[in-house]
């Protein structure tokens, strides 16, 4: 089984400003399907799901964030994204709570799959039974 995996992002300083470069094979092996990104006020919580065949890089754009996850033998991790350099690998079935800590937070996330309402399990009780 895969495990979630932090790591850093490149950071490139230019006259102008930064720029910051993932790449395929260097940091992830999936083909992107699927990019998002959400905001949301100072201590929601966003996710609270998991992804039966879904997996997922999160990166704080702006802001700061608490990444929760735990798998189905209850293993849980926490990690902090709090500048643009810092990305979670996230395997499928590991259930994720997102915690917005500034209220000018933007996470995104990159995904292995396209949209499907079928690979969402929603409730807590039928990810950990």
């Not at 997922?56 to 798998?71: A, F, N, P, V």
């Not at 079935?93 to 990159?110: E, G």
Request: hydrophobic share 35%; with cysteine.
């Amino acid at each position: 089984m895969k495990k979630p995996e932090i790591f850093n992002i490149q950071e490139i300083d230019l006259q102008n400003g930064q720029l910051y470069v993932l790449e395929k094979d260097l940091h992830f092996t999936f083909e992107v399907s699927r990019m998002y990104w959400l905001s949301g006020s100072d201590q929601s919580i966003r996710g609270d799901n998991a992804n039966k065949i879904n997996e997922r890089i999160y990166l704080c754009q702006q802001g700061s964030i608490e990444l929760s996850l735990e798998d189905q033998l209850h293993q849980h991790e926490v990690f902090i994204l709090d500048k643009p350099t810092i990305a979670v690998y996230c395997p499928n079935m590991y259930w994720i709570k997102a915690k917005i800590l500034q209220p000018d937070t933007i996470l995104m996330c990159l995904n292995s799959a396209k949209y499907d309402p079928s690979d969402i399990i929603a409730q807590p009780e039928e990810f950990f039974k």
